[in-house]
């Protein structure tokens, strides 16, 4: 009797379309311009889709889109010009080069393989802000890694969701 696996991680996954990758990040980049006041704990959804798809699919999704990504949160969030772009190049590119490293494990434990770049990731954004003479936003504000982390297993789920082949075999179609 073969052992069959109990999760769907070993599905075959249909190529994801440009379109979705690009409204997935306008997706965070709108869920990072929610005024949510002083909340803590609140994760930077851009850094978090482009380590997703810097994970995924690191040939289409590079450090040229992280850029453009940087710049547009720099302009839309009125900070200084350059902490996005400068912390998003450098987490798109260890996603990328993890990428294959992060994807040999579960869910979980790629979870604990985000969490150092999201973090990095903030530490980068942390001290743009004390060089350009801002005050330091509080030990809070590193909160938002650790729930993005938490957040990688339902993210990873809506996000590959129209990547998945149907279970059951169609008779009418040709794959």
Do not use: C
Not at 5 to 14: A, E, G, V, W, Y
Not at 37 to 48: E, H, N, Q, R, Y
Not at 61 to 69: D, K, P, R, S
Not at 103 to 131: C, E, K, N, S
């Amino acid at each position: 009797m073969a052992m069959q696996p109990t999760h769907n991680s070993r599905r075959i996954l249909l190529p994801v379309r440009q379109w979705f990758i690009l409204f997935s990040l306008a997706a965070a980049f709108f869920l990072n311009l929610v005024p949510l006041g002083d909340l803590v704990g609140v994760p930077d959804w851009v850094a978090l889709v482009l380590a997703f798809w810097g994970v995924r699919e690191p040939l289409r999704v590079g450090m040229g889109t992280a850029f453009v990504a940087g710049l547009l949160m720099d302009v839309a969030s009125g900070s200084v010009i350059g902490q996005h772009p400068l912390a998003y190049l450098l987490l798109s590119f260890a996603a990328g080069g993890l990428s294959r490293r992060i994807l040999w494990f579960p869910l979980g434990q790629q979870a604990l393989h985000i969490l150092p770049l999201l973090l990095a990731t903030q530490v980068v954004m942390v001290v743009a802000r004390l060089v350009g003479g801002a005050e330091f936003p509080g030990w809070g504000y590193f909160l938002g890694s650790f729930t993005g982390a938490l957040l990688w297993f339902p993210l990873t789920f809506v996000l590959l969701l129209p990547q998945y082949q149907p279970l059951e075999k169609d008779e009418n179609r040709p794959i």
